[in-house]
Every structure is written in C-alpha cells, then in structure tokens.
C-alpha cells in the first residue's frame, strides 16, 4: 500500500504525517490497534499546533488535545462565549438562592420550591429534544476527520444534558491545567512530594505532616511549613510570628458555646455565621488531612461542633464534625475529622456518637453526607457495627424491625441494612427478610467493649443544648 504524502500547503486536518507509513499488516489485531492509537496521537500533535484557545474559553492558549477547541469541533470565539454564559448562569443561581432565602423565614422550604421550579425547568428542556438526526453532516464530518477530532454530538441527545457534558469537559481542562502547573511545581521543588503544598504544619505542640493539599492563600501554601495558633487557628509564615501572636492571643478555647462536658472534654457549638473567619481556618485545616472536601469559605449555613481536651493551658482542638443548619436530606454530618494526634484513640467515634445523640434529641434519623473519606468509612462501619450489636444484645422481645432500630438509635435505614448485609445477619426466606442474631459476633463485641472499659464514651445526661429555631 502507498504512502498519503502530505502537501505542503494542505490543511493538518484529517490527513496523515509523511514520515508516518501506513504498510501494516494485518496479521494481528494488536497491530491494528497500535495503528489506531498511533493515527490519534500523531492527529493529537498536528491539533495541538494550531495552540489559539482553550477549551474553558479563560485562557488564550493550549497545548494539549484536552484543551483544543478544534478538536472539541469549536473555535476559540465559542468557547469564550460558553464559558461567559456558565459564569452568568452561576451569579443568576447564586442570586436567586439569596432572593429565596430572604423570602422565606425557613430555608427549608426555599430551597424545596427551589429545587421543584429546577426539575420542571429541565423537564421541559429534555421535552423539547430535538431528535432527528442529521445524517448527511454526521456522514460529512466521519471521513473528512475520523479520530483526529470529537464525534459530532449534537442531536444525540437534549441541549440541556450535551451542555451539562460540555461543561464537564470544560473543568477537567481546567483541571489537568491545575495538575500540570503543581507538577511543575514539585519538579522545582516549591511543591511537596505527594501534591501536597504545604508540607507540614506546627500546630502547639505537635509538628503534623499534611496529607492533601488545601487552598491556602498562595504567599502561605508556598511554604511548605505552617505555623497555627491552636487556639484561634490564625496561620503565620514563622516561628516567630507564631510566639509573638501567642505572647498576645486571648482565646483559650473555640468560639461559640459549650454545650457538652465531662472531664476533660468539652463539646463547643460554633456557628458559622457568628464566627465566619474561625470557620474557615478550620475548613482549610481540614483539608490537609481529608481528600474529599469541597467546603472552605462558604461558611454560613453550617454550625461546627468542635470537641476540645483541656489541660492547665487551655482546651486543645481533638477533632470537630459539621452539619447544615437546615439539611434536606437530613444529614447529621456534612464533614468530620479527628486531628492525626488524636486518631486510633476513640475520638472519632465519640464525635459521630455525639452528631447521633444530636439527632435524637432533634427527634430526627441522620446520616452523614456522602462522600464519606477513607478513613471517616471505615469509622462510620465500625460504629454502625457496634450500635446494632449492642441494640440485639438488649433485645429482649420476639420480633424486630428495622424501623423500630432506627428510631431508637436515630441511624438511617439505610445504614443499618448495609451494615446488617455485611455482617451477614440479613436473610432473605419464604418471601421474608429476617434478622439473625449472631450470637458469636455479639460475643466478641462483649469481649472487646470489656477490655476497652467506658472511658471514651459519650455521656448523654453531660449535654446542654437544644435545637437551634430558624437560621
């Protein structure tokens, strides 16, 4: 077969390198696919050329095919303009929350007719799909580029779930952008190893090696060391900003109020609203050790809990879970954490029994917000585990249900049957479900809430608190 020279005043499009042959055999079909993946990269480089626009439409160029609007079937005019219309229709949501929420005294019910007015709105918009496909131009554009360009997608599906999809290719652009530039930055050594920015930092008495990275102002995030006060949870550049702050801090403990002690530990409640800047410190803090966390400045509609051990200099932050003030899905956690000092000491059950002792005295059924971290699931597993066994232990009458469980022990449906899955004491016979008592599970639990003692346990008659009324 001969070679497809390329002319010398041709397009790049839709042709083949000359250097590059086409004399292949067919005598295997990994040849074949090495062919394939060879034509894509080669259609890749002669895209990524022609380097004016970004497929976000907010920078001016590319160098990669995941950013090259040609590739995408666009011009750089277009995605600019897609990208003006994404950050119109981000402020106009973000409007129309904030008018919601100053018609309405309970933000419940607002975001409730909000999100009734969204599932009409895209009802309608996939309604009106157009569905007749547009063959001559599918036809049209398949030979004349073949892999070197996107598919056309248009008509294969509504313009409403074809932008959502657009804007998903829009911000993994953006965000291979944000890799390359912080993998750069490893390779001058101004980022840590493990994409973490900031490498350690010095939190009272502890220096804390971080785990993730967490948007800290970048003149800080540079460091690679950070110094907090535990207190207030200020961050400074040094050791000696650090002991000058300390020579004048004034806190000793959260914000907020202390709705729980006994002991050495207490429980503050602090809300987000009241206490904005402490909130956020906090947030950021929490990032360097959970990798699924979205939440750092939006502060406002949460309240934090944040459990403290005190000593003669002052209460020391353990760890800390927050909720929304008014959640719709009724979750009792939207973020947990036990600081690394205190972890693998019972902490981090103590705060999720603590958010569970919230619900019932809300008379509510909770669960915490999903994605749970790696860590924060194998603890919710693990409490979950011991809040069943110990309810089958006290058992004492003939039938069960798993709506009475949840009642009394205020954990979601939900959560009991897939922890009563794993524990394979869910059956399935003549048409019902049944619970097994294992009694050889029930045992070993005995054995090991025996060799534990009572120590790190929540007392519910040490709560002060209430159910906030309104936001």
């Known amino acids: 077969m001969p070679r497809r020279k390329k002319n010398a005043g041709s397009s790049s499009e839709g042709t083949e390198d000359s250097d590059f042959s086409a004399e292949h055999t067919d005598s295997s079909e990994s040849d074949s696919h090495t062919v394939r993946n060879t034509r894509l990269t080669r259609s890749s480089l002669r895209l990524s050329r022609n380097s004016q626009g970004h497929l976000t439409g907010k920078h001016e160029r590319h160098f990669s095919i995941s950013g090259c609007p040609l590739y995408h079937n666009l011009s750089a005019d277009e995605c600019k303009v897609k990208a003006s219309s994404r950050d119109k229709h981000v402020e106009e949501r973000t409007l129309s929350q904030r008018q919601d929420e100053n018609r309405h005294s309970a933000r419940q019910q607002a975001q409730a007719e909000r999100q009734l007015r969204y599932k009409e709105k895209v009802t309608e918009m996939r309604r009106k799909r157009n569905s007749v496909p547009q063959k001559d131009k599918y036809m049209e554009h398949r030979p004349s580029h073949g892999s070197s360009r996107e598919p056309l997608l248009e008509n294969i599906t509504s313009d409403y779930d074809l932008e959502l999809f657009r804007k998903a290719q829009s911000l993994t652009g953006e965000k291979i952008i944000w890799n390359n530039k912080k993998e750069k930055l490893r390779l001058e050594g101004q980022v840590t190893e493990g994409g973490n920015m900031i490498k350690a930092i010095v939190f009272g008495r502890y220096e804390l090696d971080t785990w993730y990275h967490s948007p800290y102002p970048e003149e800080y995030a540079r460091l690679g060391r950070l110094y907090m006060c535990e207190f207030c949870l200020k961050y400074m550049k040094s050791q000696t900003i650090l002991r000058r702050h300390m020579a004048k801090c004034v806190w000793k403990h959260p914000p907020g109020d202390e709705i729980y002690r006994k002991g050495a530990i207490s429980v503050f409640e602090v809300d987000g609203k009241k206490n904005k800047i402490y909130c956020q410190n906090l947030c950021l803090l929490a990032k360097l050790f959970l990798d699924h966390k979205t939440l750092y400045y939006d502060v406002e509609p949460f309240l934090f809990y944040v459990m403290t051990e005190a000593d003669n200099t002052g209460c020391h932050l ?17 973020c947990i954490l ?65 709506k009475e469980i949840s009642q009394e022990t205020a954990v ?12 394979q004491m869910l059956k399935y016979w003549k048409g019902k479900h049944l619970i097994l008592k294992r009694q050889d599970l029930i045992d070993d639990w005995k054995t090991k809430e025996a060799k534990r003692g009572g120590s790190k346990t929540i007392d519910p008659t040490a709560l002060k608190w209430s159910p906030p009324k309104g936001t």
């Open 338 to 402: 036990t600081m690394p000092q205190y972890m693998r000491q019972g902490y981090g059950k103590m705060l999720i029994d603590f958010s569970y002792l919230l619900s019932k005295v809300e008379e509510k059924v909770g669960s915490p917000e999903r994605p749970l971290s790696d860590l924060g699931l194998i603890s919710y597993r693990s409490y979950w585990k011991e809040v069943l066994l110990r309810y089958l232990h006290n058992f004492q009458g003939k039938e069960i249900s798993i």
């Open 412 to 423: 979601n449906p939900v959560d009991i049957v897939s922890t009563l899955q794993s524990l």
């Open 318 to 334: 353990v760890g800390y879970f927050s909720k929304e003030k008014n959640s719709f899905l009724n979750y009792n956690v939207s």
